[in-house]
């Protein structure tokens, strides 16, 4: 199917972990000119130079960002207009778990933290596009959220994590509401478990090297020998991979999902059917 995503200007926060390496790879095999926003600028620099490798038609523009800090999301977007234009998509990808633990023992550096990242962030980056989206009456804003805000399993000992992606999920129907007449879309994806195919993929700051979670080499394997958590239950037992979030993003990224605003999707093999 034909996107029509060739030239659009893309930004993509959090593009060093696991689903943002998948995110900036495909939208520039699509041929867009994808900026990848995070602090790990190196990061970004090796998925840049494998895009070309595998002769993406797209470019891949590493800033180094906080999307904590508005001044250093607005210079993001200034780098974005300077370089490729005004900003057509928006994918809020970056987000992150402070710690695994029991509610009762969540401390409140850990609770800023989240908060700071997972909405802090996606208020930052979705009013520095605001301006180029709205003035065009033309956009696509894709927050990505997570199963742990819709299925209490997902949710264990990650609740206030949880809780703060809740609060994404009302912003995109909200936001999609006021500026649905305005001509830009909000949608959101909950991934389930997704996994990288390699720990070389993502950066050091990823949760897969912050976590107690195990390698995403191993996972394959421990899915073949039946032991692999919150697998058995699962309608499709397979592993979710970064490419199965970048494609759905694309699709709400892209004219063929025109008449869809204020969504939620689940991606997760059937482990959320909200």
């Known amino acids: 199917m034909y996107l029509g995503l060739q030239g659009k200007t893309v930004i993509v ?22 900026l990848s926003a995070s602090r790990d600028v190196k990061t970004g620099e090796k998925i840049a130079l494998r895009a070309e490798e595998l002769g993406c038609s797209g470019v891949i523009l590493p800033v180094a960002t906080d999307v904590t800090d508005r001044a250093s999301v607005d210079k993001l977007v200034a780098t974005a207009n300077q370089r490729f234009g005004p900003v057509d998509v928006l994918v809020n990808n970056a987000g992150g778990v402070a710690k695994i633990g029991p509610f009762e023992e969540l401390d409140q550096a850990s609770r800023d933290w989240e908060i700071a990242l997972n909405i802090n962030g996606v208020v930052n980056c979705t009013q520095a596009v605001a301006k180029d ?36 999920n009302s912003f995109t129907k909200m936001l999609a509401y006021e500026w649905g007449p305005k001509g830009v879309r909000v949608n959101a994806i909950a991934p389930g478990w997704i ?20 390698k995403p080499e191993d996972m394959q394997k421990s899915l ?24 759905y993003a694309m699709f709400l990224a892209s004219d063929v999902s025109r008449y869809i605003t204020g969504q939620l999707i689940s991606i997760s093999g059937g482990h959320a059917m909200p």
């Open 13 to 34: 926060t959090g593009g060093s972990g696991g689903i943002g390496h998948g995110l900036l790879i495909e939208f520039a095999r699509e041929g867009a000119n994808v």
């Open 133 to 168: 989206m709205l003035s065009r009456k033309t956009g696509s804003v894709i927050n990505i959220s997570s199963n742990s805000s819709l299925v209490g399993e997902s949710g264990e000992n990650i609740v206030h994590y949880g809780s703060v992606k809740g609060f994404v």
């Open 224 to 247: 073949d020998d039946g032991t692999l958590f919150n697998m058995d239950r699962l309608p499709i037992r397979m592993l979710g991979r970064p490419e199965d979030i970048a494609n």
């Open 195 to 214: 996994v990288p195919y390699k720990n070389a993929d993502i950066a050091s700051g990823s949760f897969w090297n912050r976590l107690p979670l195990g």
